[in-house]
């Protein structure tokens, strides 16, 4: 099904496949997708654009989660009080609160 | 044909999440030089990405702390190799990364090979034949659905996600990260995202069957 999308871009006919290939470095060049005559005809990967933007968008939303457990900090302090001196060389015992 | 009603913004113009902290290079330089209270403000000022990452990463609090722990313990050794070449955020995540993929490879999982997860496959990658137009996501995906279709990446995909879409860093940086090419980082970020189409539209299905 994928020539049946097949088009004119550029004065080249462009098809679904072809369209796809050049995506990744489509969206990541700074391009803008709606400009693409691909995407003026052919709703299949004109969804796809708008999913992929769409999935992008919504990741934003998943930072941030929260922090870990003040038991993570006791185990360093614990661990760093037990490896000795610091490794730039200087010897520091105060214990860290 | 319109492409849509909505036009998000493009994808690659997303905001840094690390920009530069208050009083963290005078942090560092103190920390480098052994001073306990600024180790813990560093401590404080990057807990949470590190967990955070660790976290979506092994999909386990107790794990996730185990790496954290052990990834602020590799910092307070190697503090003093850090040259400010890149920002610290980025030369602390590069640690817990390689923390987190050295744990995912000791579990014996064969695709954290980065070798082998970043290498592009022809078997992972994006399906040419989109399907029927009537499967288009429907723009209501909250935050737990994505976190749940996240969690069913592969490793190497859901890396190469979380560091460039959620967390904000750049192939460039990434690359150095993963020590792979550009092109590299920026084809998993496009496998990532189809693979994550393909989940998200298929809980949808399963929502809309039930």
């Known amino acids: 099904m994928i020539e049946k999308h097949a088009n004119l871009q550029n004065g080249k006919t462009m ?30 990967c004109a969804a796809l654009v708008r999913d992929l933007e769409y999935i992008a968008q919504q990741a934003k939303l998943l930072l941030p989660l929260h922090d870990p457990s003040p038991a993570v900090w006791e185990n360093i302090q614990s661990a760093i009080h037990n490896d000795g001196d610091h490794p730039a060389g200087k010897s520091n015992d105060t214990p860290i609160k | 044909m319109s ?8 994808v690659h113009q997303h905001m840094r999440r690390n920009p530069p902290i208050a009083g963290e290079a005078e942090a560092i330089a103190r920390a480098q030089a052994g001073d306990p209270r600024s180790f813990e403000m560093l401590y404080s000022l990057h807990k949470r990405r590190v967990y955070s990452l660790c976290l979506r990463m092994l999909g386990n609090v107790a794990e996730a702390e ?28 590069r640690l817990s990364v ?12 064969p695709q954290v090979s980065l070798e082998e997860t970043l290498e592009p496959s022809q078997d992972d990658g994006p399906r040419k034949d989109i399907g029927a137009r009537d499967l288009t996501l429907s723009g209501s995906i909250d935050r737990v659905t994505l976190e749940r279709a996240v969690e069913n990446l592969p490793p190497g995909y859901r890396l190469v996600f979380i560091l460039h879409d959620v967390e904000g860093y ?29 989940l998200l ?9 039930v």
């Open chain 1, 15 to 44: 098809t679904c496949a072809e369209f796809q290939d050049k995506l990744p470095e489509l969206f990541e060049s700074g391009h803008e997708l709606s400009n693409e005559q691909h995407l003026k005809t052919c709703e299949t």
């Open chain 2, 3 to 10: 492409t849509g009603q909505t036009h998000p913004k493009p």
């Open chain 2, 66 to 93: 185990d790496l954290t722990q052990e990834a602020f313990l590799q910092l307070y050794r190697k503090i003093g190799t850090f040259r400010g070449d890149s920002a610290f955020s980025t030369w602390l995540h």
């Open chain 2, 98 to 109: 390689n923390v987190v993929l050295m744990h995912l490879r000791k579990k014996g999982l």
């Open chain 2, 170 to 198: 750049e192939h460039n940086e990434i690359a150095d990260m993963l020590a792979c090419s550009i092109g590299n980082s920026k084809s998993q970020l496009h496998k990532a995202r189809m693979k994550l189409r393909e």
């Open chain 2, 201 to 209: 539209r298929t809980g949808e299905r399963k929502e809309s069957a």
